[in-house]
């Protein structure tokens, strides 16, 4: 088998759980957009993968994502940055980034809407809010407690465009118990902030969980393109 025949195979496995998951929550299957996350693969897969028609990808290191949308800038993509993202990189990602993801804080904005006026472009913002149990040292993730300031810094950005939120089920919990956790957070959420609809949640293993409450994207890594060698 080609690397090409094996990614159009994977792909078809993940859409067909995407509409099967949709149809069981009495959703619509293109309500569900998937993000292929080729973080640790080779530009020449994003390639191939564009050309099987996906139109979304995801990246969760800096120099590796600038990289490959160097390499792959003849290609119609939108890139998203869906790793943890440190204050003194938030400039050069918004320069290559049409989404960025992972937004916790609010000492990012001002840095990425420096990026984003450089580069003359309006980036599209998620807001990464910790599905985490209370206490746990290691969140990933906006404390939900200061979600709602986060988004209003966002919202009256003008370099940037508040889209909506991206959680992670935590490590060692039930996922579906983690998604059901967010529904308070992002009804609230969406009271203050109602254009703000998008919801990024569930990876390879936990698609269908994250379907169930509303994800309007999934971030499918190894499902698509096998397993990284390595860590993450
Ligand atoms: C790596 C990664 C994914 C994809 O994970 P898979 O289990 O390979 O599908 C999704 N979201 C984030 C934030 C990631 O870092």
Redesign the pocket.
């Known amino acids: 088998m080609t690397r090409l025949d094996e990614l159009r195979t994977n792909l078809r496995a993940v859409h067909d759980r995407i509409a099967r998951a949709a149809a069981d929550a009495g959703r619509a299957a293109d309500d569900v957009s998937l993000?292929v996350?080729t973080?640790y693969f080779p530009a020449s897969d994003v390639r191939l993968l564009a050309g099987l028609g996906v139109t979304d990808v995801?990246e969760?290191r800096h120099q590796e994502a600038e990289a490959k949308a160097a390499e792959c800038a003849d290609l119609d993509l939108r890139w998203h940055f869906?790793?943890g993202l440190q204050s003194n990189k938030a400039a050069a990602v918004a320069r290559y980034a049409d989404v960025v993801?992972?937004v916790d804080r609010p000492a990012l904005v001002p840095r990425l809407a420096r990026g984003a006026a450089d580069a003359g472009r309006v980036v599209d913002v998620l807001l990464?809010v910790s599905l985490d149990p209370p206490g746990r040292d290691q969140r990933?993730g906006a404390d939900p407690a200061t979600l709602a300031a986060l988004a209003d810094e966002v919202a009256r950005t003008p370099e940037l465009r508040l889209r909506g939120l991206?959680v992670?089920a935590p490590l060692g919990d039930d996922p579906a118990l983690a998604f059901a956790r967010l529904a308070g957070i992002r009804a609230d959420f969406l009271a203050r902030h109602p254009d703000a609809t998008l919801l990024?949640a569930?990876?390879?293993?936990?698609?269908e969980a994250a379907i169930t409450v509303g994800a309007t994207h999934v971030?499918?890594?190894?499902?698509?393109?096998g397993?990284?060698v390595g860590v993450?």
């Open positions: 993000v996350v973080k995801g969760n869906i790793g993801e992972s990464q990933s991206m992670v990024s569930g990876m390879s293993g936990d698609l971030r499918i890594g190894s499902a698509v393109l397993s990284r993450q």
